[in-house]
Every structure is written in C-alpha cells, then in structure tokens.
C-alpha cells in the first residue's frame, strides 16, 4: 500500500498566497479610500453651508437669471423698434393731410394731449 500524502499541496498553497496578497492589496486600497474621505470631511470644518445659506444661494441664482432674462428682452425689443423704424422711415413732424371739419370741445381736449405725448415722446427717443 502506498504511503499517504503528509505535506501540503503546492499549487494550493500558491493560490492561497496570492489570494492573500490580492486581498491585502484590496483593503489596503478600501483604507487609503476611507482616510481621504475622512480627511476631506475635516477639511470642510464643522459648519459648512447650511440650509438658509443653500436656500439663499438658489435665490440669488434665480433672481441673477431673472435679471439677465429682462436685459436680453430689452436688448430684443430695441433691436425690433429699429428694424420698425427702419423699415417704416423717420416719423414724420408734421400731418400731411389736415382735418376737413375743426375739432371741438372733448375731440379737441384729447387731440391736443395725443400731440404733446407724441411730442414728449419724439423729444425723449435718441436719435440713432
């Protein structure tokens, strides 16, 4: 009868080197993780933004959005009213046609404040 086997298998003995080795590797990778994280946390110091300064931040956000979305409106809408007077020419000062019947009593109150708005507005517009 043969004599049993008394010694360790070789290649088992191998494989359970380098799984130790790959294991250690592994945690010493998991540690090195956990202390940066936990370095980055005691880097940000006790009271780091709360929700007020969240909160805050958002709004001033919203209202720096808001702000831009009325200046982009404006610089839209002054570039529409010069393509329109472009396009219809210089107003004109004064009426070429006349009325045929002369305006009286509230007709002539309201005429002559559509003048001077139209005036004031002529005078207050910069001329390109």
């Known amino acids: 009868m043969p004599k049993k086997f008394t010694g360790e298998n070789s290649k088992v003995a191998a494989a359970k080197e380098k799984k130790a080795a ?13 202390e940066e994280q936990e370095a980055a946390e005691w880097a940000k110091g006790a009271k780091t933004g709360g929700r007020k300064e969240d909160q805050e931040a958002k709004r001033l956000e919203k209202l720096a ?10 610089e839209e809408e002054k570039q529409l009213e010069r393509a329109a007077r472009a396009k219809t020419g210089p107003a004109k000062l004064h009426p ?21 708005v139209a005036q004031r507005e002529a005078a207050a517009q910069p001329v390109p």
């Open 65 to 74: 959005k808001k702000k831009e979305a009325e200046r982009l409106l404006q």
């Open 96 to 116: 070429t046609s006349k009325p045929t019947q002369p305006l009286r009593g509230a007709e002539k109150k309201a005429a002559t404040r559509e003048a001077a």
């Open 22 to 34: 790959a294991q250690a590797e592994k945690d010493s990778r998991q540690r090195a993780k956990k």
